[in-house]
Nanobody
Framework: QVQLVESGGGLVQAGGSLRLSCAASGRTGSSYTMGWFRQAPGKEREFVAAIIWSIGRTYYADSVKGRFTISRDNAKNTGYLQMNALKPEDTAFYYC????????????WGQGTQVTVSS
């Protein structure tokens, strides 16, 4: 089992920054991908960014490229999503998730954290 706990959400003005954290525990090892997803009211959940934990390769949704940066700290087993130049349309509930290398899906999810960007 893998446990994920997000933190760092909040209210920020447009143009501001926030950093989300996702602390992983349990049977993670290094053979997994950590992803960030978000869901706004009335919309479907969408992919934001992901990082292959073992090699640090990153992936981003077009909507956040150049503004968001995903990273990880191996020693702390914690992933981060640095969000800069935030826009009101970034307002959503943000979740981190883990996809083990042997699985094709994100099987483990955190409880989520709210990000609200005011105009």
């Amino acid at each position: 089992q893998v446990q994920l706990v997000e933190s760092g959400g909040g209210l920020v003005q447009a143009g501001g920054s926030l950093r989300l954290s996702c602390a992983a525990s349990g049977r993670t090892g290094s053979s997994y991908t950590m992803g960030w997803f978000r869901q706004a009211p009335g919309k479907e959940r969408e992919f934001v960014a992901a990082i292959i934990w073992s090699i640090g390769r990153t992936y981003y949704a077009d909507s956040v490229k150049g503004r968001f940066t995903i990273s990880r700290d191996n020693a702390k087993n914690t992933g981060y999503l640095q969000m800069n130049a935030l826009k009101p349309e970034d307002t959503a509930f943000y979740y981190c998730a883990a996809r083990m290398d042997y699985s094709g899906t994100y099987d483990y999810w955190g409880q989520g954290t709210q990000v609200t960007v005011s105009s």
